[in-house]
């Protein structure tokens, strides 16, 4: 879709295609559509939510998120983003089609995020003017860059700041070939070593909203032309899915799930 890029007709058309996937998916829309629009930098955006209603505890929910843009046309060039982070949206569409068999306990709200690249702006509109209230959501599971783990890991995110989800975490299912590896997240670390602030869940981590993002290390096709669907290893992304099902499905599981306890005031940052 020629790259997904901010306010351009690529993003548009991913746009869709995921409202689409949503609703196949068996997601609810909110009240007004698929849709809930914001405007940065003078430009457009659209951030797309799903949800599926809890049937225990309704008023509490977890928030799922991956966001859908990438980087624009280049000297003619298409980024087409296949790891970053088409890897991450076609893993949100997954686990919404899983939840449509598994109904949950807790509420469980989809968001594919416009503008991450353009500095987390979907991100920081949907807490800046949430649709339910961000005391009411307990944790946000985040995707970006979750298909290439050339060197076996998945980094596990966020641990070190709300530390009750290591145990959490420790619980899960071993998959084949998925090493996780808890890291990026030192507070008294800056720059590209320290992750907290470099994709969507910094802007929820601003207000409070406790966190685990997964992703992987930088690899020699991110941000580049090259960063194409046949460099994915898909048995090695299955299992990278499959652990974030397995951390919905035991944060889900839990009779009150608690992680607020960051020792560390928030700063958010961008991507570069």
Partial sequence: MEGRAFGQPG?????????????????????????RPFTARGIAGENVVGVVRGQTVPDQWIVVTAHYDHEPVEAGE?????????????????????????????????????????GLLGARAFVADPPVPLDAMVLNINLDMVSRGDNGILWVVGTRLYPDLIPVIDSLPQQPGVERRFGYDDPAVRGRNNWVNLSDQAAFHARGVPFIFFSVDDHADYHRPTDDAD?????????????????LSAVDAMDNPQFRRSPVEPTPGTKP
């Fill in 78 to 118: 298409i980024f087409n983003g296949a790891d970053d982070n088409a890897s991450g949206t076609a893993a949100l569409i997954e686990l919404a089609r899983l939840l449509r068999d598994h109904p949950p306990r807790h509420s469980v709200m989809f968001v594919a995020l416009d503008g991450e690249e353009a």
């Fill in 231 to 247: 460099r994915i290893n898909i048995d090695w992304y299955r299992g990278a899915v499959q652990t974030a099902w397995e951390t």
């Fill in 11 to 35: 993003g548009d058309r991913a746009r869709d295609h995921v409202a689409a996937a949503f609703a196949q998916a068996g997601l609810e829309p909110l009240e007004g559509g698929w849709l």
